[in-house]
């Protein structure tokens, strides 16, 4: 029985945080944008979509809910570990975690990321800030990052069945000529450039999970359906090159080629976080709906059983490879299972070099 997780005795869900009632929101976004160069009319206009939600992300709902169905998913393997929660943004903070770590006495922790890709935004900025956290507390434990999880079986069926629900729904006629497009945060082109061990891997991993999702879905529904990669969330100054096409533009494209329908598809999101909500349920549906193109958008995997196993999984992975054995190391897809430690110089932070954990230099 896969239960032995020595070292670890414990798990850190590892998460951005997101503001619970107006009050927060402005504070909130200055944690998030300090030392970033974002235009202020952007971070109006991102304060307005957490304002039109009652100024409450879906994030910290979403990650309470994941480390619950977590909990009962360790204890039903046997595994009796206690599970903890800290975000980059907002309470609960990373120190406060690590704090309450100590304090039980917790000696050497796994970190699950809600990020499944590489870049410093989804990467290397989470390691630095556990970094920055462990120095304000005394007596934190040693920490390790699970690998990212875009190519686990635990991460694509979800989406896979997501996708085929979606497209369920979209009318008869329109399904066969319909187009998957699948949904990523963009970041500058410059980040996709430099992320992962020798650059590129933002996207490169993106790829191979849509190809994946594709895929199965042909196998599944007996069509390969037309799909594309585009972005959404765009923000930085406009001179500075972003990833594209973004969501909106490329619905258009669309209709002008007379596309039948879409499924929105967002690949690049764990859970329904604001970018989802926002942006593609709010904003990109809106512009679907005066091109008068059908679409849905597919579920995130949330806190499906399959993805909140991939903790189980990569933990029992780990944990072995920490002891010396050569665990499998489940992936599917073109690309193979990721790497434990990243690179020194993965993912590089963009301004300044910040001590970061769980790297090889560590
Ligand atoms: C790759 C990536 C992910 C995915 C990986 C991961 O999940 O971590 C992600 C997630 C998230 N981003 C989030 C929110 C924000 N991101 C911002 C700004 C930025 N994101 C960037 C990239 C990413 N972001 C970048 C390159 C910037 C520019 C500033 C900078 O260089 O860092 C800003 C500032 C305003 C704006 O400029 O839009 C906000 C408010 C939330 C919370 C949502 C909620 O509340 O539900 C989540 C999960
Ligand atoms: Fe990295």
């Not at 309470?64 to 980059?88: K, S």
């Not at 187009?179 to 992962?196: C, E, K, Q, R, W």
């Not at 529904?221 to 100054?237: I, K, Q, W």
């Not at 073109?334 to 070099?353: F, I, K, Q, T």
Request: net charge negative; hydrophobic share 40%; with cysteine.
């Amino acid at each position: 029985m896969t239960s032995d997780v020595r070292p670890y005795d414990a798990v850190l869900l590892v998460s951005f945080g997101g503001p619970e009632k107006p009050d927060d929101v402005i504070p909130f976004l200055e944690n998030v944008t300090r030392g970033k160069n974002i235009p202020r009319e952007r971070l109006a206009e991102v304060g307005e979509h957490y304002f039109s939600f009652g100024g409450r992300s879906p994030i910290n709902d979403q990650n309470r809910a994941f480390l619950a169905a977590l909990r009962e998913d360790l204890a039903g393997a046997g595994i009796d570990l206690p599970v903890y929660w800290g975000n980059r943004n907002w309470d609960p903070y990373l120190a406060d975690a690590l704090r309450q770590m100590a304090d039980d006495g917790v000696q050497h922790a796994a970190c699950f990321v809600t990020s499944a890709y590489s870049s410093y935004s989804g990467c290397r900025q989470y390691r630095e800030d556990l970094a920055a956290a462990l120095a304000d507390v005394p007596g934190a434990p040693v920490l390790d990052r699970l690998r990212h999880y875009f190519n686990h079986p635990g991460f694509v069926e979800p989406v896979v069945d997501a996708t085929l629900a979606a497209l369920a729904e979209l009318p008869a006629d329109s399904r066969n000529d319909a187009h998957l497009v699948f949904v990523t945060h963009s970041i500058p082109t410059s980040m996709n450039d430099a992320s992962g061990p020798d650059g590129g891997w933002y996207v490169r991993q993106h790829e191979s999970a849509v190809a994946e999702v594709v895929e199965r879905v042909r196998q599944e529904t007996g069509h390969r359906f037309h799909s594309e990669l585009v972005y959404c969330s765009r923000s930085g100054p406009p001179q500075v090159p972003w990833l594209e096409p973004d969501v909106n533009d490329h619905l258009e494209a669309l209709s002008e080629q007379e596309a039948t329908g879409v499924v929105i598809v967002p690949i690049g999101f764990v859970s329904d976080h604001m970018e989802v909500i926002y942006d593609l349920d709010t904003e990109a549906l809106d512009t679907a709906r005066k091109l008068d193109l059908p679409a849905v958008r597919a579920a995130t995997p949330g806190v499906d059983p399959r993805f909140v196993a991939v903790v189980r999984d990569l933990l029992v992975e780990r944990a072995a490879a920490e002891r010396g054995a050569e665990p499998e190391r489940r992936s599917v897809g073109e690309l193979d299972a990721s790497w434990d430690r990243c690179a020194v110089g993965c993912c590089p932070n963009p301004r300044a070099e910040r001590p970061a954990v769980a790297g090889a230099d560590a």
